[in-house]
C-alpha cells in the first residue's frame, strides 16, 4: 500500500526591508509587497514596521545592516495581512535574506505544519475565516 503523502505548506512570499536591528536582542522590517503574482491580495496588506526578537525556541541571526532586502515568508494570509488580535500570529513563519539564507524563524521546535493549522483554527475562531464544507 502506497502512503499518501500529506499536502506541503509553501507560504507567502512578500518582500521587506531591515529597518532598525540591536544586535542579537531584536530587529525590526517594513513589508514592501511588489509580487506580481498576488497583485489584488497585495492591495489588502498595510505597510506595516514588525519585530522580531531573539525569544527561546526562535531561530535568530542578527542581520548585518539596515536595509537589506529580505522575503518574508507567511504561512496564510490573515498573518500576511496582519489581521489576528495577538500580534505574535501575525509574524512571518520564515525571514530570508536575498541569499536565500535564514535569518528567523517562528519556531525550532514545531512543525510548519502544527504552525499552519493552529492559524487556521485561530483564524476561524477569531471570525477571519469561514468554515469550508
Known amino acids: ?9 509553501k ?3 512578500i518582500g521587506g526591508i531591515i529597518t532598525d536591528i540591536k544586535e542579537n536582542k531584536w530587529f525590526t522590517f ?3 509587497p511588489k509580487n506580481r503574482d498576488f497583485r489584488e491580495e497585495l492591495k ?3 505597510p506595516r ?11 535568530f541571526k542578527s542581520p548585518y545592516f539596515r536595509g537589506i ?11 500576511a ?3 489576528y488580535k495577538d500580534p505574535e500570529n501575525n509574524l512571518p513563519y520564515e525571514i530570508l535574506d536575498v541569499n536565500g539564507s535564514s535569518i528567523y524563524r517562528q519556531s525550532i521546535t ?13 483564524a476561524v475562531e477569531e471570525g477571519l475565516k469561514k468554515i469550508e464544507n
Not at 500500500?1 to 505548506?9: A, D, L, V
Open 44 to 46: 489588502e496588506i498595510r
Open 11 to 13: 507560504g507567502i512570499r
Open 110 to 122: 514545531e512543525r510548519k505544519e502544527d504552525i499552519f493549522n493552529r492559524l487556521e483554527e485561530l
Open 49 to 59: 514596521f514588525q519585530k522580531i526578537e531573539n525569544k527561546k525556541d526562535k531561530y
Open 69 to 79: 532586502p529580505v522575503h518574508l515568508i507567511y504561512l496564510n494570509w490573515e498573518s
Open 81 to 83: 495581512k496582519g489581521l
Open 30 to 32: 517594513d513589508i514592501k
Open 1 to 9: 500500500m502506497e502512503r499518501i503523502k500529506p499536502e506541503k505548506i
